[in-house]
């Protein structure tokens, strides 16, 4: 399940950042950007659960991604999608801490979608 939602939270704003950029464009041509969000938003939802994810997520979201690539992007729902994400950096801010997801929150903000 939060495989699931890494991948769409990354590719989904990886892909809003490059207007018109499906599912395929980000893993062909953004595989950078979408490698450094996937692994941000790992950490923080590894370390917000307690969990520990296999080896290998990367490849196993961007083969999926392989799979859908004609797949648009955009940021939606973002309640339940990015903003769980978000939500995590709010917290930890709010407790004078550092953001556990920096990469995630400067692209929102770069949106405008907070």
């Given at each position: ?7 769409i939270c990354a590719f989904m704003l990886v ?37 520990v994810f296999e080896e290998g997520i990367e490849e196993r979201l961007c083969a999926y ?50």
């Open positions: 399940m939060l495989e699931k939602l890494i991948w892909g809003a950042r490059h207007p018109g950029a499906t599912v395929g464009v980000v893993e062909k041509e953004y595989r950078s950007e979408v490698s450094a969000l996937i692994a941000e938003l790992a950490v923080a939802a590894a370390a917000e659960k307690g969990i991604s392989r799979a859908v690539a004609h797949f648009p992007t955009a940021v939606k729902e973002f309640k339940w999608r990015n903003g769980w994400f978000y939500s995590l950096s709010e917290k930890a801010i709010a407790q004078g801490k550092q953001d556990p997801c920096p990469l995630h929150t400067a692209w929102l903000k770069e949106l405008k979608i907070v």
